[in-house]
């Protein structure tokens, strides 16, 4: 065998070094200066070092001596438009807060102008806290799958269903093939996924449902639904079809590994062996349900089951921020006081929650969500060097307890950098940030806020 030295070196379009590399895949697992080698906006190699150096030739290298590198974040879900309602509506319960002050603002605001500067303005939070994909829910999805397609970043993009009127749709009919003209739209697009996005039990009718699954189920498209978000839900429920909403979606054939169900904070054990059983996967929103008050999320219970649970924002509305570094603090936190055992739910465990965990529930888990040879190359560099985050015993560990989102220093998406160095690259951030003031002064003035200047 010759040399080393004298091997071919093989090509390749990039190369990030990183004091601690984590993969994801095995769960918990830390590398120690290594190598992510991507060529074609795919993950060629996960390496030491030194062994990249001698075995691959790149157009560019990067290094990063200080920080880990992992995965990108994946915000499970969220309602990106809703930036530009943040803080108008705070500290009022879920029914409150829907009924009396977002649903009418939605009716007199919501166009697609203001869907485009809301998504915007979400997506450029989000990139700079070190999400890379996300699963939406809202109006004009064809506005936001544009802007998704501008940004560089990755989405799954709903297709809502609701029964009753709004801005994009008059009913259920209508929002559904409104939605399909959309995916038709956007079909084979390398970042673009559209999902089918039901709004929530207590809002979409029986025949719809049964309409959803049989076509996501001849489309082989993910749905992302609300589903026993609060307890008044179930008490409706009850009243209106005798059964809890579980029931309800299991006889219609709705639980299978197609359905992202998000928040769940009323489960019985018997509901967390059925949702095992199906193969659901349950979103998680665990600081959107304690600022509603919407009830705790057993994910103990769930993990123990072997449910997959990805972790999601909810919208900046009722979060109010995209956070995902706060949302795994707060899951592994809220987690242990619910069980009240510390040692349920760690670090590594939320960590995939918030990566592979994610990409499974949007059907992008053999694409995204680890950094396996094959996987497109969606990943971050997270800076540790900070006073917060030293020193430095477990990686894992800082990142979900220790890390702000604001040492996220680089972003890629496909092998595509988005973010260097914190500064965005592709987003045009003063034009954004002013459309939102822009906003806030022309919704403050109809409101008659006495907001500062």
């Known amino acids: 065998m010759p040399p080393p030295e004298t091997c071919a070196m093989q090509p390749a379009d990039l190369i990030i070094t990183a004091r601690w590399t984590i993969p994801v895949e095995p769960e918990g697992r830390v590398l120690d200066d290594h190598a992510l080698v991507v060529r074609d906006g795919r993950i060629l190699d996960l390496l030491p070092r030194a062994e990249a150096e001698q075995r691959y030739s790149a157009r560019e290298l990067v290094r990063r001596p200080q920080h880990v590198l992992l995965p990108g974040l994946i915000n499970a879900h969220t309602h990106t438009p809703m930036t530009l309602f943040r803080g108008m509506a705070d500290d009022l319960p879920l029914d409150t807060w829907l009924g009396q002050h977002i649903w009418p603002a939605e009716a007199r605001w919501v166009d697609a102008g ?137 006889e219609l054939g709705l639980l299978t590994p197609l359905l992202a169900a998000v928040h769940m904070t009323q489960l019985t054990a018997e509901e967390i062996a059925l949702l095992a059983g199906r193969g659901v996967s349950v979103v998680h929103c665990p600081e959107s349900n304690l600022k509603l008050a919407s009830g705790f999320c057993p994910v103990a219970d769930l993990a ?131 459309r939102a003031e822009a906003w806030r002064a022309r919704l403050s003035a109809a409101r008659g806020s006495n907001a500062h200047d």
């Open 114 to 250: 203001f869907v485009r500067d809301g998504a915007e303005l979400a997506m450029l939070e989000m990139l700079q806290g070190g999400t890379t994909c996300f699963n939406d829910m809202y109006y004009f999805p064809d506005v936001i799958a544009r802007a998704v397609d501008a940004s560089g970043l990755r989405a799954g993009v709903g297709m809502i269903v609701l029964e009753h009127p709004t801005v994009w749709a008059q009913d259920a009919d209508e929002y559904l093939r409104k939605g399909l003209a959309v995916r038709d739209q956007f079909r084979g697009h390398p970042r673009i996924s559209m999902v089918f996005a039901p709004h929530a039990p207590y809002t979409v009718a029986d025949d719809s449902f049964r309409q959803i699954r049989l076509l996501a189920n001849e489309l082989d498209t993910q749905i992302h639904m609300h589903v026993h978000e609060t307890a008044s839900e179930l008490a409706e429920s009850h009243k209106q079809h005798a059964r809890r909403p579980l029931q309800r979606l299991d």
């Open 304 to 434: 123990a089951a072997g449910v997959n649970i990805a972790l999601g924002t909810d919208g900046a509305g009722s979060n109010n921020d995209l956070d995902m570094f706060g949302e795994m603090r707060s899951c592994a936190l809220l987690a242990k006081g619910v069980a009240q055992r510390a040692e349920v739910v760690p670090a590594a465990a939320v960590l995939s929650m918030a990566t592979r965990n994610g990409a499974q529930a949007l059907g992008l888990g053999d694409r995204i969500g680890s950094l396996l040879p094959g996987k497109e190359a969606d990943v971050i560099c997270v800076d540790l060097s900070a006073a917060a985050t030293q020193p430095v015993y477990d990686p894992v560990s800082q990142l979900v307890y220790a890390t702000s989102r604001n040492q996220v220093s680089d972003v890629w998406v496909a092998g595509r950098q988005l973010l260097a160095d914190r500064q965005p690259l592709l987003a045009d951030a003063p034009a954004i940030l002013a």
